[in-house]
């Protein structure tokens, strides 16, 4: 049978004719698979028979919520045995693995999948045989009743990320034709691994088998399993984790029947077919596929949906034990505060003393997962240099926390602790999942403390350092021209002057000063109280305190490029650029005192950015 | 039996009385399964029998070649069936693949190790049992001949870091009484799975299961395993990633005999115990477990070793399938030169020509391994917005790239080149086993380049651009003060003054201008050719053509702070700082046009500096 060229359905790129490599692979799969003619439509069910045997769709969703398809991919048929790992998923978190491990194993059955025998314990050998599944249902019913199914429908639609309905057709025919299930009800309730009604059990089985997905859903569905459990594209998380890891363990050991070790060696992706002709791979943390296509080998499995899986685990060497990272990576930067102090402009009794103590405040940058390896490499790494006072833990960049790297984290935190050491974290909100699952952990330490921004974080422990070596912050001091850095050097007549030209003013708390934008028409010196520059965008520049300049780039540039804010009460002396023209014609050497001080205080600013480059790059 | 503290031999750190939570919680282990008492020392021979039943070492290699121990980690004891794994897997390598599976299968036998019983192929059910193991040795001596037993040792000892020698008690024992091995191996004849001298290679499997190891050694060994067949201490690649894959699959699958389910389900970490009393689980990318206790269970295996694998992998969560990982990672910084420009100063022509065409010099820095998922996510990103003329990737915090990784960024490649893409890599050394990766692909296409330092690769896709759209680099021309941009401004008479105080210098190719650390006694004007600004560790700030000033910092600051070093032969002005301060004096408005100027050129570099800051950090 002849068929047309398949419909690309995936995003439209910008790029008109381009398509990224993994579709372009997906195409040729299409093209190499569609000819191939063996295998038969399942006919056990009337109503399954009725498939087109040239159906043909290939689904692949990414972790971060993008789904490519080739062919078939929307054309609905029912999950049968694929909802065997989710439904095992459902009870291990509905009922706890105790309950559920207690009536079925989890050794692989040796036997096809309809098979009526059980374990030395008279229980099913696991779940993704029907006897195992069955349980499985019954251990809902048990939970539920009547609304057993309805709540595994939804769960199933929240791991496809859409509503699923039941094929009523196949539905009936499946309980008409159902007698081995029957059989194998009746001799699971024998055996007592089964309490329930065993009709009203088999109704629950033979519904969730008759739920209808597409091979999109199918790849988003194996997606969410790749993805502990969180669905790529709704970003809801389905089932936890740890079930996640136990469904996926079954279905490495006994997803593919008796072909399990060689599924193993040669494909190496936990998997699991359907009699309707659908397959789904999870590879986790990489991928989910699902492909669609009714014609079956003589273990029940879509032979061209095998195709697709040998050929993409073989092209991309996809193999879940073939895995390589390094744990060095998760330090993007380690610093101390020498290298990259806070956007605080600080006074030189402050200046002089961080100078001297720049190496109390240690901060590294983490990104990737934290995991047990990152972890442990971090802590051996602080282990093995001078101990600082307080260290601060950017997570800006970390996007998975597992549960085992959260508990590494405060095992490390508690270490630095029992040290002394101030821990420090920054770049997590109080509202996330990262920030769950570490404080689960950190709650019972007392010294950590947290702020969103690493430059807030930083400015904090700065201050520390600066209280604990003697220094003071008065924000209510005044002071006066002459303190300023942008005027030193310059005569007490040239100070008088320029002061005689001066605007005392003064802000409230959170009165913008200076906006981004306007035209840049005079200068500032802060006599007191605190004032901070923005960007447009919202990156805080610099914090300013009592005898810093700002607005300084009037000099330079006739525009405002950031935004000026006092962060409390705050005065300042104000200078119309067109006076401060006047003052440099009556007083040019003064005026070139004040570029030249104006081109070292940028000049150390470009060290300080310069520094942080470096710092960033280095890696 | 009450024994003494664990040796602690981790390596020493400068947090005196710290210990990593990882070592802290290998030390807990220790303490909690000492006092275990289940379980037999082997006594089938002899000589195994004399174990001495409270030895207990547990030790942790990490991935970037870190050692942890506890207790008993330097007692050799025999490797027995771990050395199952490493034959195979060098079986696989040496004989190939095709030639291994023909008389070995890979599926598990729900028997005990020593079963005689075949598959229905008459082939062993896996390289795990003894009849595999003795295929394997058959194998390795058809090729290898007398020699065959000497090639294992030593790859043996490649995979732990350090010559391994033979327990020669222990061969003669088990050569004495190894009589069931013996029926196997003529069974394996018989079946034509051997072809071999049946005494010789079972000679080669004694001598083979009699190799001294510690728990130290195994650890290692299981760290190679997960480090995709490389050492992690001496960073050899012992056997390759497909034999590996493969080999850590067998052991998933058959690694724990008719325990595999649970095996996989528990703890999901590839492992495999020696009656000696050893056990090594490999969890791929993240470490390698040894342990050495001689008591064993009914299955064979170690009590102890099977606890700390348990506990290990439910304390750090450490299943193989609960992976987690984000694609987004990998790109660590996008942008195009309109936010980060090289640091080659550029002329008024150039800097024009760059403003208009900055977007098509697109710059994409990668991180962590290159793996489908990480490329294919770049793929998409590149394709979703505008095609840029040249795309650089810089690859140097990519430390790993799988040939799947490596074909994919090939193919991507190849998908750019069609588009007429110029790809430019930096970052990446050409002797590099990355590099290796990826040219194997990349051979073929004509279109790339590439340059290892980021900043040499940007400078070079600048050069084409302005090339391309009508500027020229004339480096031989020269060019007059008044067209310094730091002496933007004067008057002709204050040029002609300043030019009468200059001396031109001629430099020849290579040699230093300005040493860092040296007084800064003068600054200069470039003339005509190219000169380099690096600061002492190597890093070029900044490549400069005629019409630039260099060493103006010595208006600022006493001492030089970077080398200046001709890039060809080269003419500057040089003006003494002296001479420049009695200019200064006499034309004080042309001094302080001279400092703006300079505050100017500041405030343009930080404001470059900050974009690259921020850049790196809004990830």
Redesign the interface.
């Known amino acids: 049978m002849k068929r047309s060229p398949p419909p690309v359905t995936a995003t439209t790129?910008?790029?008109s004719?381009?398509?990224?490599?993994?579709l372009?692979?997906l195409h040729t799969c299409y093209a190499d698979f569609l000819p191939e003619a063996a295998g038969a439509v399942a006919d056990y069910i009337p109503e399954l028979g009725k498939a087109d045997p040239a159906h043909f769709g290939i689904s692949l969703a990414?972790?971060?919520g993008?789904v490519y398809e080739v062919g078939d991919t929307k054309v609905p048929f029912t999950i049968q045995s694929m909802s065997k790992p989710f439904v095992f998923a459902l009870a291990l978190d509905t009922l706890g693995a105790e309950r559920v491990e207690s009536v079925i194993?989890?050794?692989?059955s040796?036997d096809p999948f309809n098979s009526i025998r059980l374990n030395a314990e008279n229980h099913p050998f696991?779940a993704m045989v029907n006897a195992g599944a069955i349980a499985c249902s019954g251990l809902l019913h048990a939970d539920k009743g009547d609304g057993a199914f309805e709540f595994i429908r939804q769960a199933l639609g929240r791991f496809a990320g859409r509503e699923l309905d039941v094929d009523e057709a196949v539905y009936a025919s499946e309980s008409a034709t159902g007698d081995r299930n029957r059989a194998i009800g009746y001799l699971l309730r024998t055996n007592s691994v089964i309490t329930e009604n065993v009709p009203a059990v088999l109704d629950v089985y033979f519904r969730q088998c008759s739920i209808l997905v597409t091979a999109r859903d199918t790849a988003v569905m194996a997606a969410t399993l790749a993805?502990?459990g969180i669905n790529p594209l709704t970003e809801e998380q389905v089932v936890t984790?740890?079930a996640?890891?136990?469904t996926?363990?079954?279905m490495?050991?006994?997803g593919m029947y008796?072909y399990?070790?060689?599924w193993?060696?040669r494909v190496?992706i936990?998997a699991k077919s359907g009699v309707g002709g659908g397959i789904l791979a999870a590879l986790?943390?990489?991928?989910g596929l699902g492909s669609y296509s009714p014609k079956l080998d003589k273990h029940g499995n879509s032979v061209r949906g095998i195709k697709v899986c040998e050929t993409l685990s073989a092209?991309?060497?996809?193999?879940?034990?073939?895995?390589?990272?390094?744990?060095?990576?998760s330090i993007?930067a380690d610093y101390n505060i020498g290298k990259n102090p806070s956007r605080r402009v600080r006074r030189p009794q402050e200046q002089e003393i961080l100078a001297r103590h720049f190496q109390e405040v240690r901060v590294i940058e983490l990104?990737?997962?934290l995991?047990?390896?990152n972890?442990?490499?971090v802590?051996?790494r602080?282990?093995?240099?001078?101990?600082p006072e307080f260290v601060i833990f950017d997570l800006?960049?970390v996007?998975?926390t597992?549960?085992?790297g959260a508990?590494?984290v405060a095992?490390?935190f508690q270490?630095l602790a029992e040290?002394g050491v101030t821990v420090i974290l920054s770049g997590i909100k109080r509202t996330s999942r990262e920030w769950a699952t570490i404080s689960e952990w950190t709650r019972r330490l007392g010294n950590i403390r947290d702020f969103y921004l690493?430059d807030t974080a930083i400015e904090w422990a700065e201050d520390q350092i600066v209280y604990r070596y003697g220094g003071s912050i008065d924000f209510l001091e005044t002071t006066e021209l002459a303190e300023q850095p942008l005027l030193a050097g310059l005569s007490e007549a040239e100070i008088a002057d320029l002061t005689a030209l001066c605007t005392v003013r003064t802000y409230q708390q959170n009165e913008k000063v200076i906006a981004a934008g306007g035209e840049a028409t005079s200068l500032f010196f802060l006599r007191s109280g605190v004032v901070h520059v923005t960007l447009p965008d919202g990156?805080r520049?610099a914090t300013l305190t009592a005898g810093m300049a700002f607005g300084e780039?009037a000099?330079?540039?006739p525009t405002r490029s950031a935004d000026v804010l006092a962060d409390m009460s705050a005065t300042a002396y104000e200078v119309a650029i067109r006076d401060f023209e006047r003052f440099?014609e009556q007083h040019?050497?003064a005026?070139?005192r004040i570029?030249?001080n104006?081109?070292?205080i940028?000049?150390d600013?470009?060290i300080v950015?310069?520094a942080?480059?470096?710092l960033?790059?280095s890696?």
């Not at 194993?105 to 692989?108: F, K």
């Open positions: 790129t910008a790029w004719s381009s398509k990224p490599p993994l372009r692979f990414t972790l971060d993008h194993g989890v050794e692989p040796g696991n993805n502990r984790p740890y996640i890891a136990r996926l363990s079954v490495t050991s006994s008796d399990a070790g060689e193993i060696y190496g936990p986790p943390a990489r991928l092209h991309y060497d996809l193999h879940m034990l073939n895995r390589s990272d390094d744990a060095r990576h993007i990104v990737g997962t995991s047990l390896s972890v442990d490499y802590s051996r602080l282990a093995g240099s001078p101990r800006r960049r996007t998975a597992t549960r085992a508990r590494l095992e490390a270490e040290l690493l990156i520049l780039m000099l330079l540039e440099r040019p050497r005026g070139e570029m030249r104006l081109a070292q940028l000049a600013r470009l950015a310069n942080k480059v470096d960033l790059t890696g």
